[in-house]
């Protein structure tokens, strides 16, 4: 998972995650499973509101929670290999 406009907000939130999904994908197809097919990841985009904090008494974690996380969740889990799947909000 990744944020863009956290904890500081920025104007160009949804240009700058979109360009990392791309890098991402991109450098993801560079590199090859050991059986030698192409390795392919999928992201799903999603913009709005959210809430983050850290969770755990003996380890902690950070972690994000709600509707457009989960939208985000789906749309990559649902996505197809080697793309990005953008909600309509973005």
């Known amino acids: 998972m990744a ?8 104007e160009d ?8 999904a791309l890098a991402m994908r991109d450098e993801i197809a560079q590199m090859r ?11 799903g985009m999603a913009t709005g509101p959210a809430v983050a904090g850290v969770i755990g008494q003996r380890k902690f974690a950070y972690d994000m929670w709600g509707d457009t996380v989960n939208t985000a969740a789906r749309m990559e889990s649902n996505g197809v290999p080697g793309e990005i799947q953008v909600s309509e909000m973005v």
Not at 14 to 20: C, G, H, N, P
């Open 3 to 10: 944020v863009a406009g956290v904890p500081e907000p920025r």
């Open 13 to 20: 939130d949804v240009e700058v995650a979109a360009q990392m």
């Open 33 to 43: 499973w050991p059986s030698g097919d192409q390795m392919r990841v999928r992201i």
